[in-house]
């Protein structure tokens, strides 16, 4: 495989699965923060030392092969252009600060893109794997495997008290994040929402945007995480987590069951409406873009819509976003011809499926 194709493909291998509960719960991640204990953290490390880091990556994982998961690629931020980090980004595959601020930094990908690992990032290694649908359990069981390799030939920044040292003294102790991204348009059409994110962060979770900290829920896809990482275990935070999406999940589908009891003509008009934004429209603007696109994923689950697959929808929200559409142009592009592409773009592909 060569290193090309994770810029070239905007759905991931993994996102091609049918996940548990993939009608609410788009996909479950987990990721650990963790820190070598020989070097300052990368808030004040030396370029020096950043690249030292680097180094033992790159021969760490020479082999490229890790257990089951297969062999790893390295990118490094230097030698990559602007618009394949943005790439990157709208994959979810890194963050916005390794992209735009680290660089010394780098990444390791697995071919199915479920597993990566950021370099010098806030922290030295960030571990995130990523599976579809509500698969918290599976996706710690990957992401430990992963550490305990790494574990066996890094020494990390460890105390006994505390747990493990990060940069951000929110992610000390188990360093652990444990996320899933919900897609919950029936919580926004009965205005819900408004009550359950406040009851949500009074449980010590956090409700995010479609690409995390500080971004917005783009076609009501919703990220919710764990804010505690300290003085519990990490298979605690996951089965908390669990134990409230479960209650999300039973919300959002009494949300939709009463929606299509009170007003099922108006919904399927609506999702007929948006399908036909997205089939028809020359211009198309992308939070426009995601809102259609949560209409048709509901109306697919409401079984309005029979002929599109949903994982078409999933790879269009990525696929419309500025970097790919930039990537596919071959170059830069202003933002009105953004939506001028993203509208011809949307149009091919649902045209295959008439
Ligand atoms: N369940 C999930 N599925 C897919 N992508 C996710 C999921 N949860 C988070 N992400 C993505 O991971 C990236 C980082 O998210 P976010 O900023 O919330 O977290 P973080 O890495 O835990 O960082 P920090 O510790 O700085 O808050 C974002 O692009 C976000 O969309």
Redesign the pocket.
């Known amino acids: 495989m060569n290193e090309y194709v994770f810029f070239q493909r905007a759905l991931s291998p993994w996102m091609n699965e049918e996940g548990p509960d993939s009608d609410i719960?788009?996909?479950?991640?987990i990721?650990l923060?963790r820190n070598m204990k020989q070097y300052s953290f990368p808030t004040v490390f030396t370029n020096e030392e950043a690249m030292q880091i680097i180094q033992s990556f790159e021969q760490l994982f020479s082999q490229r092969r890790l257990g089951h998961i297969g062999p790893f690629f390295l990118l490094k931020m230097n030698e990559l252009q602007s618009i394949e980090k943005r790439v990157l980004?709208e994959k979810?595959?890194?963050?916005?600060?390794l992209a735009e601020d680290c660089t010394f930094g780098a990444c390791l990908l697995s071919e199915q893109e479920e597993a990566s690992i950021?370099i010098n990032?806030?922290d030295h290694i960030?571990i995130?794997c990523?599976f579809a649908g509500f698969q918290l359990k599976e996706a710690l069981k990957m992401a430990n495997a992963l550490d305990d390799w790494i574990e066996q030939h890094v020494d990390y920044a460890f105390d006994e008290k505390y747990g493990y040292l990060t940069s951000?003294p929110?992610?000390v102790g188990t360093g652990l994040?444990a996320?899933?991204?919900m897609h919950l348009p029936g919580l926004v059409l009965t205005q819900q929402i408004n009550q359950v994110i406040p009851a949500i962060n009074q449980l010590g979770l956090?409700v995010?945007?479609?690409?995390?900290?500080?971004?917005e829920a783009l076609g009501n896809i919703f990220?919710?995480?764990n804010q505690i990482t300290l003085g519990k275990s990490e298979e605690d935070i996951v089965e908390d987590l669990t134990g409230v999406v479960r209650q999300l999940i039973e919300q959002e589908r009494m949300a939709r069951e009463a929606l299509v009891k009170t007003s099922n003509i108006q919904l399927e008009d609506r999702v007929y409406r948006s399908y036909g934004v997205l089939t028809n429209s020359r211009i198309i603007g992308s939070k426009e873009a995601a809102q259609c696109l949560s209409d048709v994923r509901l109306g697919i689950d409401l079984g309005y819509i029979t002929n599109v697959p949903k994982t078409i929808l999933t790879e269009l929200m990525i696929l419309t976003q500025p970097g790919f559409l930039q990537k596919y142009a071959g170059g830069a592009l202003r933002p009105q011809e953004r939506d001028v592409r993203r509208a011809s773009l949307i149009r091919e592909r649902l045209y295959q499926w008439k």
């Open positions: 719960v788009l996909s479950s991640r990721r923060a980004v979810h595959l890194i963050s916005p600060h950021m990032e806030e960030r995130q990523l951000c929110t992610n994040r996320s899933v991204m956090v995010r945007g479609t690409y995390g900290e500080g971004s990220q919710i995480s």
